[in-house]
């Protein structure tokens, strides 16, 4: 099946610096990719779509400047989480979506910036 | 009034008994409609998908989908402890710039008890 291979799973970082968060996809090309945030005891709100070669959509309240999409294959997807505070910290998931395979997820990664 | 609802539960049933998920949507114009399983601290898992109206089953799941009442629901049949877990519904949205995005429920947590 479908998979989508998303590093690192967990990472810690200081406030003030910036984290990359890459998702692959391994045996498809992944049109679009969906970035997710989910804060404990939530669902998951999603930030933003990428298409490939094209400039992210963001979701209303999502800062562009923050959070940085980059989907310039059909393979890779990054989110770089700039000058991170500890507001920031929480599991972020990305989903591929194609017409064919759906929609497959990451496994997420757990930032926590202290 | 929120997209997609769900009862947060959580909702607990004894072991072999019927789970029964409920999600209701606004948007008259969604198209498919999709249930997660999430255990904690993990990305969501697909269950199954639903288009038509009626029932589709698949093992033990049945998803139900009535878009007359804008309302779809799973039935887990025989529940195992293993099925304690939270299952997110999720909507897709057709049209605009962000085409095919999910919009998910908050969830309803399952707790399953020998």
């Known amino acids: 099946g479908a998979v989508v291979s998303q590093h690192p799973s967990r990472v810690i970082c200081k406030s003030g610096t910036s984290v990359k968060i890459e998702c692959r996809s391994l045996?498809?090309?992944?049109?679009?990719m969906f970035w997710y945030r989910q804060f404990p005891k939530q669902s998951l709100m999603l930030m933003a779509t990428?298409?490939?070669?094209?400039?992210?959509?963001?979701e209303q309240g999502v800062e562009k400047d923050k959070f940085l999409i980059n989907h310039a294959s059909l393979t890779l997807s990054t989110l770089t989480v700039t000058s991170a505070h500890p507001e920031d910290s929480s599991f972020y998931i990305c989903?591929?979506?194609?017409?064919?395979?759906?929609?497959?997820f990451g496994s997420g990664t757990r930032l926590t910036v202290v | 009034q929120k997209e997609v609802e769900q009862n947060s539960g959580p909702l607990s049933v004894p072991e072999g008994a019927i789970a029964s998920l409920n999600c209701t949507y606004s948007?008259?114009?969604?198209?498919?409609f999709f249930w997660y399983r999430q255990y904690s601290g993990k990305s969501p898992e697909l269950i199954m998908f639903i288009y038509s109206n009626g029932d589709k089953e698949d093992g033990r799941f049945t998803a139900q989908l009535n878009k007359a009442s804008q309302y779809v629901s799973l039935l887990i049949r025989d529940s195992q402890p293993s099925d304690s877990a939270t299952y997110l519904c999720?909507?897709?949205?057709?049209?605009?710039?962000?085409?095919?995005?999910?919009?998910f429920g908050q969830g309803t947590i399952l707790t399953v008890h020998p």
């Open positions: 045996d498809f090309q992944a049109t679009t």
């Open positions: 989903s591929a979506g194609d017409r064919v395979v759906g929609y497959t």
């Open positions: 990428s298409n490939e070669g094209s400039k992210a959509t963001y």
């Open positions: 948007d008259r114009g969604s198209q498919s």
């Open positions: 999720a909507v897709r949205n057709a049209g605009g710039t962000s085409y095919g995005k999910l919009t």
